[in-house]
């Protein structure tokens, strides 16, 4: 992070973000920030004319990159070009469902915290994309990666590799000690990942919601089966003990449970009852 530059105007980045339909203007991802096409070195500004949104991979280029070939990507943008006029990582339903190892989440806002501070949030956007923040850090439990909204607001690109392709974010450090794959492809929009805190290694599979350390099991459905959280979010303590807590994942609105064997099913109820609890709440 560089301390010693103020952040861009908000105004000025949503007409950046919307002028390249919420992707890098070279390539449509999703997770992206803000390049000065004239460098800030030369220049203090945040003119919009001058500037245009970028991946972090094609951030890191951009330097190299003649001024011509930046405003052409910035006057055509990939997204634009390629109709995705509303920007990618589009959910497939009206509102958003998870699935993170054993736990289905519907829901929206924080999903994993750990110790009460957020590390994973989605959302769904009103163009019925997927906004990602994530909150990581590495196994010594320094801050390693930083996204809000789909800004990369702070992370050594050098160390990260980022991929999007059919729908799916993939985000992993080089070292592979840290990963975070989102796959919007189906009506559950699976998460899994391979992330730390407090020194402690947390692992998301298709199947297994783990704790490495304390070899505890994240999975709140135990004994009772197919069942979905609506509202809710996981909490993750760090003590020794490796407790783990449910809570709701708006405060002054209170989540539930749904349960029901057949999975389509199980979704929709979640999805009555997210709106049902929107409407008693708004
Ligand atoms: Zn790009």
Redo the contacts with the bound molecule.
């Keep these: 992070m560089d301390s010693s530059r103020p952040p861009v105007p908000a105004e000025i980045k949503r007409q950046l973000r919307q002028e390249s339909a919420f992707g890098?203007a070279?390539?449509g991802?999703p997770i992206f920030d803000y390049h000065h096409i004239i460098p800030w070195a030369i220049e203090e500004h945040f003119r919009p004319e001058d500037m245009v949104i970028?991946?972090p991979?094609?951030h890191r280029e951009a330097d190299l990159m003649p001024e011509v070939e930046q405003r052409t990507y910035k006057t055509n943008p990939y997204n634009v070009a390629h109709g995705y006029v509303e920007g990618q990582l589009k959910i497939t339903q009206k509102e958003l469902a998870i699935k993170a190892g054993p736990i289905e989440f519907v829901s929206e806002g924080n999903l994993i915290c750990v110790n009460d501070e957020p590390i994973i949030t989605l959302s769904a956007n009103l163009k019925g994309t997927l906004n990602v923040s994530l909150r990581l850090f590495d196994e010594n439990d320094t801050l390693c990666l930083l996204i809000e909204d789909n800004e990369w607001i702070y992370g050594d690109i050098k160390v990260w590799d980022i991929q999007f392709k059919h729908n799916k974010l993939s985000i992993l450090k080089k070292s592979r000690n840290i990963a975070i794959v989102i796959d919007a492809s189906a009506k559950f929009v699976s998460l899994k990942g391979t992330f730390w805190r407090n020194k402690k290694k947390i692992v998301i599979t298709d199947s297994e919601f783990l704790i490495y350390d304390t070899l505890m099991n994240v999975d709140p459905v135990g004994g009772f089966k197919d069942i979905c959280l609506v509202s809710l979010l996981i909490n993750l303590m760090m003590n020794d003990k490796g407790l783990f807590e449910i809570k709701p994942a708006k405060s002054g609105v209170d989540g539930g449970f749904v349960s029901d064997p057949d999975k389509e099913i199980r979704l929709q109820k979640g999805i009555d009852f997210l709106v049902d609890l929107k409407k008693r709440n708004a």
């Design positions: 890098c070279k390539c991802y970028l991946c991979n094609h």
